[in-house]
């Protein structure tokens, strides 16, 4: 029963996240004299570097492959996740991170290679850069 019990456990904890709603998520990448930020809602999407800024509706397609991606990510790892290069470190590529934003919770992931980011994070990451390449 204690072993029946413990598997219950962790499964409820490892969804915890699952039942919030998502707000937004951010896409930062910055380094000496360059940055990219990305904000995706439900109703838009803001793409700002240091030399543009620009605005459009997230489409209802958009939003939801963005939520299921989120959905199927281990939440509780995000902040401890191995990144597979390191060229940032001496500013060969921006820095860059993801923030996740549910209500009342915010989970921001270890920092990474713009570009080149863990494996748990890549359709994620590729996901967001698609749309705001549209």
């Given at each position: 029963m204690?072993v029946?019990?413990?598997?219950?456990?962790?499964f409820?904890s490892?969804?915890?996240?699952?039942?919030?709603?998502?707000?937004?998520v951010?896409?930062k990448?910055?380094t000496?004299g360059?940055?990219?930020?990305?904000?995706?809602?439900?109703n838009?999407?803001?793409?700002?570097?240091?030399s543009?800024?620009?605005?459009?509706?997230?489409s209802?397609e958009?939003w939801?492959?963005?939520?299921k991606?989120?959905?199927?990510?281990n939440?509780e790892t995000?902040?401890?996740?191995?990144?597979?290069s390191?060229?940032s470190?001496?500013?060969?590529?921006?820095?860059?991170s993801?923030t996740?934003?549910?209500e009342?919770?915010?989970?921001?992931?270890?920092y990474?290679?713009?570009?080149?980011?863990?494996e748990?994070?890549?359709?994620?990451?590729e996901?967001?850069?698609?749309?705001?390449?549209?």
């Open positions: 204690k029946f019990s413990l598997i219950i456990l962790l409820v490892s969804k915890c996240f699952q039942n919030e709603v998502l707000h937004k951010e896409y990448a910055e000496r360059a940055s990219k930020n990305i904000t995706i809602t439900k838009n999407c803001i793409y700002k570097t240091l543009k800024s620009d605005e459009f509706k997230t209802t958009d939801q492959t963005i939520t991606l989120v959905e199927n990510l939440l995000l902040k401890n996740l191995e990144a597979p390191s060229k470190h001496v500013d060969v590529a921006m820095q860059a993801i996740i934003i549910f009342g919770k915010t989970i921001e992931s270890a990474f290679d713009d570009g080149n980011p863990p748990e994070l890549k359709k994620l990451v996901k967001i850069i698609k749309i705001t390449s549209k």
